[in-house]
């Protein structure tokens, strides 16, 4: 399935792209080549050998929708810079400046580095000391937006994927060697028989008294308690034991889809954290729906698992299934995997 | 009720200090060589995050891909018409579709919603509700399968997306109960 849905996000991401910027193309949404008409106001006056001075740009609104068919409608007034270069005069809005729609997009595809939309002036007759002028401002051409928009994005997301990996090289570190710890000195065994026959139920395959279950019952409970940065170790750990108990290298056992299939739906009890410095006090009033619609979604995580787990193509995929022959018995095949 | 959301906040606040401060205690009362003992374990850390990262980058590219490509907006017209049909706000539908694929895409949404229809509008409530109940699927799975190098998920997938799917219509329906 995940074979399926990533091939999926991958070709769709193209198709959509191309036909966005095919969409583009054909309406002309960028007015490539044509240039934008403006009215530049120069606080200290023209003056022509200056090769950069301040302007304020004007950017008529009723107009500005006509030439680029849009509803957006762009401020009263620009901060911007004439620079005077050797192919003719370019104007230069301030960074950052907050422009409508389609010149946003048009800035960040043709100065994506100093977030200046910038564009060369035409059909200004200017003279020494005149204080207004206007004419035009001929962007650079805009094509190919959003297929250039997915490849930067792939760079990107393959970029920020490492960083999150090796972001969670202390935290894994340190519950490593605690859990190591709880090992050693036996708490982990105590937790697990108190535990166990909570658990148990859900994950029928693994032995009585096996190391996984601490793993299982820590990582939950870390879920619960919204400790996101904990959950995600003992989680893994937890994989690690499950792993343990694996005969392929490769495949998926029942315990641990269960597991994953809990995680995903994620009882949280108290609300994570990025929720809560977005909501602030807010949060306060969606305790219980979020704390109903958790729990809700946990036992559709766990009843979907179950079923899900009794069709044939994953029945037959299932790596500790008894024998490789003969169907496998009725409900779990519970198997006390060897050491 | 205020008494039991207190009580776990302080549960909450406690549980962690309580762990990594009892744990070597107890290994101490055990007499077990905690430092050695510690190490040991820690020294997985590294080769644990070395592994994720091929299924991360798999899984976060495509992702990353798909938003940018504008295909959301694609997906939500079409699911507009059939999720109105029983009773799902169009507004909420782009949380419901990003939460599976990412954590801090689906917080950047209830950060604009906030701005464009204010902190106590009930779609604001559904889609924060949304973003509470459920994981980001996809990530976890890449994570959690990448530790151990599973990349045969089985039914893992269905099952987590089933759960979120789920939960977004359980969101709406349950902030239309308390606020609505």
């Known amino acids: 399935m995940l074979n399926y849905i990533w091939g999926g996000l991958i070709i769709f991401s193209l198709v959509f792209a191309l036909v966005y910027d095919i969409r583009d193309f054909a309406t002309d949404t960028y007015r490539n080549g044509q240039p934008l008409p403006v009215t530049m106001t120069f606080p200290d006056g023209y003056q022509a050998g200056e090769r950069r001075q301040n302007v304020e740009v004007r950017l008529d609104p009723e107009g500005y929708g006509v030439f680029y068919g849009t509803n957006e409608r762009p401020a009263a007034v620009y901060d911007g810079v004439l620079i005077q270069t050797a192919d003719g005069r370019q104007l230069r809005f301030a960074e950052d400046a907050s422009v409508p729609e389609p010149l946003a997009t048009i800035r960040s595809f043709t100065s994506s580095r100093d977030n200046d939309l910038r564009g060369t002036v035409g059909g200004f007759a200017v003279q020494p000391g005149i204080s207004q002028a206007s004419g035009t401002v001929l962007f650079n051409p805009v094509r190919w937006v959003k297929l250039n928009a997915i490849a930067g994005a792939a760079l990107d997301f393959a970029e920020t994927a490492v960083t999150i990996a090796l972001s969670l090289i202390g935290g894994i570190a340190l519950w490593m060697g605690l859990l190591q710890i709880a090992g050693a000195s036996g708490i982990l065994y105590a937790l697990i028989r108190v535990t166990q026959p909570l658990i148990r139920p859900l994950f029928p395959e693994i032995p009585k008294d096996h190391p996984a279950f601490g793993m299982i019952v820590l990582n939950l409970t870390a879920n619960m308690l919204g400790l996101g940065n904990a959950a995600t170790p003992l989680g893994i750990k937890a994989m690690q034991e499950l792993q343990t108990l694996n005969t392929t290298e490769d495949t998926a056992t029942n315990p641990m889809v269960m597991l994953l299939a809990m995680n995903t739906a994620s009882v949280q009890i108290v609300p994570p954290v990025l929720l809560v410095a977005i909501m602030g006090l807010q949060i306060n009033q969606l305790f219980f729906s979020i704390l109903i619609t958790t729990t809700l979604s946990l036992i559709v995580a766990i009843v979907s698992t179950k079923l899900l787990g009794r069709l044939k193509r994953y029945r037959d995929t299932d790596p500790n299934r008894p024998s490789q022959n003969e169907p496998a018995s009725e409900g779990n095949p519970s198997t006390e995997a060897p050491e | ?180």
């Open chain 2, 1 to 180: 009720m205020e008494i039991l959301r207190l009580i776990i906040d302080y549960v909450s606040a406690f549980v962690l200090p309580t762990i990594i401060v009892g744990f070597p205690l107890y290994g101490l009362y055990k007499k077990v060589p905690v430092y050695e003992v510690f190490v040991e374990g820690a020294k997985e850390g590294f080769n644990v995050a070395v592994m994720i990262i091929p299924y991360l980058i798999a899984i976060l590219f495509a992702i990353g891909m798909f938003r940018a490509s504008g295909a959301l907006d694609f997906m939500m017209e079409g699911l507009r018409p059939v999720l109105a049909l029983i009773g799902i706000p169009a507004e909420v539908i782009p949380m419901g579709i990003i939460r599976p694929l990412t954590g801090s895409g689906s917080a950047a949404i209830v950060l604009d919603m906030i701005g464009e229809f204010g902190e106590d509008s009930i779609l604001v409530k559904m889609a924060a509700t949304m973003f509470g109940s459920t994981e980001t699927t996809f990530y976890v799975i890449a994570v959690y399968f990448g530790a151990v190098n599973v990349k045969k998920t089985r039914h893992a997938v269905p099952a987590g997306l089933l759960a979120d799917f789920f939960a977004m219509f359980a969101a709406v329906y349950v902030v239309i109960l308390l606020f609505g």
